[in-house]
């Protein structure tokens, strides 16, 4: 039975360091590989994996995400699916796995059903970057998560205003996620110039713990996180290293933590 | 005549709540990133309508460089050889560039201009939208990217070159299906990337709020003209039995409609693209087809196309710019509450229709459009020589004449 988000950050806390939090596309390449993945990655040491549902059109993703999307739709993976390995994942493994993924995806399953189904596959919370909280009232979805004890990680852009900062902590649940740039998923080589002041900025309205995402790619980068941030996402770096490299990969990244 | 004449932007009982939720339709399902650029957007939308310098100067790029009003042409001869209801076109395929897309286009660039922006960013399908936004950034001075998916790109040749010659850059697009979905999916990524400096034009009555309502009331010219122009015709306070026009995202059909919402006994038609077989899928667009399925996808709550799954699914048209998935939100509106009806047209009779139109009347309508007369065809002789249809040509088809040559021979 794998621990929540909220228990996970208290470890990271407690062991004064940066948390790590990696992610994977359900499908990509195949429904097997994404299973050993996952448990490569636990294995090394990371504190939580996003498990993202393949899906047609990702409006976040940039090309590398969307691709591996594509190529798991392609090769017929199904939300029930997804579900069916999650649920095996989490009982393999003890650190919170999140479900990321787009909002039809859980509105065409059924809101209610989408997260009574997750909840029942072990899922420790959800990220859904077409879901912001003003459609809330017509949706209820975080009303419904929170039913189930199910945090919805916020995401923080370095184009949110104050005013929507504050909004944000109000209602954000376990941490908050803050995309480190303007556009979309993928790796860079450099981290963006105006990072430490925006980190700040949110620090100052934001009491929940950060983790920063896009883009984040090395150690150094990792690095540079420390006293920012409380967790550092790595998402379109590990996507394509194989699966024999990826636990070097990952060790060298969390030895920076 | 301008007195005389309703005002550009109005009212309907049609409209949206504040967030832009047509009943369960509409709304702002972005990422954060975009929520701050989709309110300033909204706030310097609504300033601008209630300011008459921005209003005055609407219809004056309108009159002198769209060449507006388009006429309401009465088409004595197809009327004459289906023998029924007198068949009516507005003809936006006399406005500058050639199609209805001119319209929002010239107000979305007034906006973008008011808001200080250096560079407009368009999705484009049959490429009009994108030779309109392409025209615009040339006229105001602005920086003009234009994503195009790279199966629109090889079927609308024409308008490609059209747009870089206007100094636009075409962006082509590889993802996915390579059609309008995946150019709208780009453009908006390309929107995330520079949310401050660029300005997105839309070119569809769709997306997030409050881009449904304002493509809308720039289009709304249409059918204020209609009103004025058809009583011209038939008589003080006549107004048309019948509006037919093609819907893709749907910016013409809404901008003929919007006029008469309000008015019951102007029955409203749109027209989806039946494609090679309305039955199956990835042959044909009709979202409004047999069992509509609700879904939130770039960006907006309406009918769409997709799978157990909420995937979107694969479409097909022969014209470019009814290939799509999606439909505004306001006519999923309109569908719902039964103000409005939609039916479909395959691509074989769309292409029967472009030439029966072409040899009476002497007009090539777009592929698009050619959807709309195809369905009056149809119409008329079911009806009296009382009854009148106004169908709205949004474009003309000189981009369209290589298809149709490949198809025709």
């Known amino acids: 039975m794998s621990r929540t988000i909220s228990e996970q950050l208290t470890i990271i806390k407690q062991q004064h360091r940066l948390g790590v939090m990696t992610h994977v596309v359900m499908g990509y390449p195949s429904l097997h590989e994404t299973k050993q993945r996952v448990l490569a990655m636990a294995a090394a040491g990371v504190d939580s994996i996003e498990l993202q549902i393949p899906f047609s059109d990702p409006l976040a993703d940039g090309p590398a995400i969307t691709k591996a999307n594509q190529q798991a739709l392609a090769a017929g993976v199904t939300v029930q699916q997804c579900l069916q390995l999650a649920e095996q994942l989490t009982r393999a493994v003890d650190i919170p796995l999140q479900c990321i993924g787009y909002y039809n995806t859980i509105h065409h399953f059924g809101v209610q059903q989408f997260v009574q189904a997750s909840q029942a596959a072990g899922i420790q919370g959800f990220t859904i970057p ?42 954000a649940q376990a941490m908050v996620y803050c995309v480190s740039r303007f556009g979309v998923t993928g790796a860079h080589t450099t981290l963006p110039d105006h990072l430490i002041t925006y980190l700040r900025t949110v620090r100052q ?11 984040i790619s090395t150690p150094k980068h990792i690095r540079a996180l420390h006293g920012l941030a409380d967790v550092a996402v790595i998402g379109s770096a590990l996507l394509n290293v194989s699966l024999e490299n990826l636990t070097q990969q990952l060790t060298n990244l969390c030895a920076e933590r | 005549m301008k007195s005389s004449m309703k005002k550009l932007f109005f009212k309907t009982q049609y409209e949206p709540d504040e967030h832009g939720h047509f009943g369960e339709f509409g709304g702002q399902y972005v990422p954060e990133l975009l929520i701050p650029a989709l309110e300033e957007l909204t706030q310097a939308y609504e300033q601008a309508k209630a300011d008459p310098s921005f209003v005055a100067t609407v219809h004056e790029v309108f009159k002198n460089y769209v060449g507006r009003p388009s006429p309401l042409y009465f088409a004595e001869r197809l009327t004459k050889q289906l023998g029924g209801a007198k068949i009516f076109l507005k003809n936006e395929g006399l406005n500058h560039t050639g199609a209805h897309k001119i319209n929002h286009c010239v107000g979305q660039a007034l906006l973008a201009q008011r808001l200080g922006k250096t560079r407009l960013i368009a999705e484009t399908g049959a490429g009009q939208h994108g030779v309109a936004t392409a025209t615009v950034a040339a006229k105001f001075g602005l920086h003009c990217t234009v994503h195009m998916g790279a199966v629109d790109v090889q079927r609308q040749a024409p308008n490609v070159f059209w747009m870089q010659q206007l100094g636009a850059e075409v962006r082509v697009v590889h993802d996915g299906s390579q059609t309008l979905k995946d150019a709208v999916t780009s453009a908006l990524q390309d929107w995330m990337t520079d949310p401050i400096g660029s300005y997105y034009l839309l070119g569809s009555a769709l997306g997030p709020h409050p881009y449904p309502v304002m493509v809308r009331d720039f289009q709304s010219i249409i059918g204020i003209e209609v009103a004025e122009q058809f009583q011209a015709y038939e008589g003080q306070g006549s107004v ?8 893709g995202g749907g910016s013409n059909a809404i901008g003929l409609f919007n006029a008469f919402l309000d008015d019951k006994q102007v029955k409203l038609i749109g027209v989806e693209a039946g494609g090679r077989n309305p039955n199956q899928v990835g042959e044909h667009a009709t979202r409004l087809g047999r069992q509509p399925q609700v879904g939130v996808i770039e960006g907006y709550k309406s009918f769409f196309l997709q799978d157990d799954d ?17 439909i505004g939100p306001e006519h999923a509106y309109l569908y719902q509450q039964g103000r409005a009806q939609y039916v479909a047209v395959t691509d074989v009779q769309a292409v029967q229709a472009f030439r029966a139109l072409a040899n009476t009347e002497g007009i090539v309508p777009a592929l698009e459009s050619a959807h709309a007369v195809a369905y009056a065809i149809q119409l008329a002789p079911t009806l009296p020589p009382k009854k009148t249809i106004v169908v709205n040509i949004s474009g003309r088809g000189d981009k369209d004449y290589f298809i149709l040559r490949e198809l025709i021979h």
């Open chain 1, 130 to 171: 077409d879901m912001p909280l003003t459609e809330e009232p017509y949706e209820h979805f975080y009303a419904l998560a929170a039913q189930a004890n199910l945090p919805v990680i916020q995401l923080i852009s370095p184009a949110t205003p104050i005013e929507r900062l504050r909004l944000i902590n109000q209602h």
């Open chain 1, 205 to 215: 309205y934001v009491t929940l713990p950060l983790a920063v995402g896009f883009g």
């Open chain 2, 240 to 247: 048309p039995d019948y509006l037919v026009a093609c819907v």
């Open chain 2, 310 to 326: 909420g995937n979107l699914q694969p479409t097909h048209s022969v014209s470019a710019g009814l290939d799509y998935p999606g």
